[in-house]
């Protein structure tokens, strides 16, 4: 069965950081780009950043110069690094996986809660 289990929510005051990760398991993961996407109370749900195994980024505008999304591919391991978080950060953020080669997914995590306030 695969799972995501996805740690290292919680609050933090603005302009500090936080690093969320995600380990993944039950399957190979060398074709899957994994991310976060967050949802904040009463807005839509946005993708944050993904990554491929090959080390290719994407992010959302507004976190680009602040959020770092890194992964470990002999452990499975994804990272969300959130440095100068923000107010407007405050969201449940998910972790998920899919396959670039239509082999599963999306998969997705429980999910973690970021609030960012002082």
């Known amino acids: 069965q695969v799972q995501l289990v996805e740690s290292g929510g919680g609050l933090v005051q603005p302009g500090g950081s936080l690093r969320l990760s995600c380990v993944a398991s039950?399957?190979?993961?060398?074709?899957?780009?994994m991310g976060w996407y967050r949802q904040a109370p009463g807005k839509q749900r946005e993708l944050v950043a993904n990554i491929t195994s090959g080390g290719i980024t994407n992010y959302l505008d507004s976190v680009k110069s602040r959020f770092t999304i890194f992964r470990d591919n002999a452990k499975n391991v994804v990272y969300l690094q959130m440095n100068r978080v923000k107010p407007e950060d405050t969201a449940a953020y998910c972790c998920?996986?899919?396959?670039?080669?239509?082999?599963?997914?999306?998969?997705w995590g429980q999910g973690a809660q970021v609030t960012v306030s002082s």
């Open positions: 998920y996986a899919r396959s670039l080669l239509n082999r599963g997914g999306p998969y």
């Open positions: 039950g399957t190979g993961f060398s074709d899957y780009v």
